[in-house]
Nanobody, 121 residues
Framework: VQLQASGGGLVQSGGSLRLSCAAS????????MGWYRQAPDKQRELVAS???????NYADSVKGRFTISRHNAENTVALQMDSLKPEDTAAYYC????????????????WGKGTLVTVSS
């Protein structure tokens, strides 16, 4: 399974960006899709996630500013980021928890390459 992310860039504080991610390959099911980020000299952290049933989870730091959405049939996930702050600057990574086989109860994590988001003050 490959994850292809796009949409990063440079934006001023208060601006908006939209990240998109598409999963491709032999996919037997995806339980959770999400976005993580990693700033320089910091650990990777969860930004937002969404289950196949539509349940969402957000980091406290982005609640009310970011919105995650998912299209199950197309295996895509998007992250709308509004009211961006300089502290949102990081590499953003798409993640999918993918079923290992058609009858399997095992899931594994697949990661996309990071897309850089830079917010200037």
């Amino acid at each position: 399974v490959q994850l292809q992310a796009s949409g990063g860039g440079l934006v001023q504080s208060g601006g908006s960006l939209r990240l998109s991610c598409a999963a491709s390959g032999e996919i037997f099911g995806i339980s959770v899709m999400g976005w993580y980020r990693q700033a320089p000299d910091k650990q990777r952290e969860l930004v937002a996630s969404v289950t196949s049933g539509g349940l969402t989870n957000y980091a406290d730091s982005v609640k009310g500013r970011f919105t995650i959405s998912r299209h199950n049939a197309e295996n895509t996930v998007a992250l709308q980021m509004d009211s961006l702050k300089p502290e949102d600057t990081a590499a953003y990574y798409c993640n999918a928890r993918v079923r290992a086989g058609p009858e399997s109860g095992i899931y594994f994590d697949s990661w996309g390459k990071g897309t850089l988001v830079t917010v200037s003050s």
